[in-house]
């Protein structure tokens, strides 16, 4: 890329794409190192859709603050969905034990956390001590 890079106008649409390439390199060795990482966004992208285009229909749902509220309600729905973990019952959950919570508790109402304090309970729960 370098060789051809030098015989390329900087303007054109070659040596554009060989510029972005070159300066992404060491992220895309990064990538071909290490198998966890993915090739591209759509995983990301699919758990967004459905908020995206709700968008437009929820623009004006009523109250300034709205727009934030409905933010963080989409959020833990998409990350409750994301952990494979029904969103009702987290919530329910969640509602339930937050009103009593101290703010350094904070990070036990995510919705990862309450996938893995359920996986070790239904452990706990299948193998009696």
């Not at 040596?15 to 990064?30: E, M, P, S």
């Not at 459905?50 to 990350?79: C, Q, V, Y």
């Not at 959950?93 to 009593?100: E, S, W």
């Amino acid at each position: 890329m370098e060789l051809t890079r030098r015989e390329t106008l900087p303007q054109g649409l070659l040596g554009q794409g060989i510029d972005y390439t070159l300066k992404r390199w060491a992220a895309l060795n990064q990538f071909i190192t290490d198998g966890i990482l993915e090739i591209d966004s759509n995983g990301i992208e699919n758990s967004i859709r459905p908020s995206a285009l709700g968008k437009r229909n929820w623009m004006f749902i009523g109250h300034p603050e709205a727009d934030e509220r409905s933010a963080i309600i989409h959020t833990l729905l998409g990350s409750c969905r994301r952990h494979g973990i029904n969103p009702f019952d987290c919530l329910q959950d969640l509602f339930t034990r937050l009103p009593a919570a101290k703010i350094t508790g904070i990070k036990e109402f995510t919705p990862a956390a309450w996938a893995t304090r359920k996986t070790v309970r239904s452990i706990s729960l299948s193998h009696p001590r």
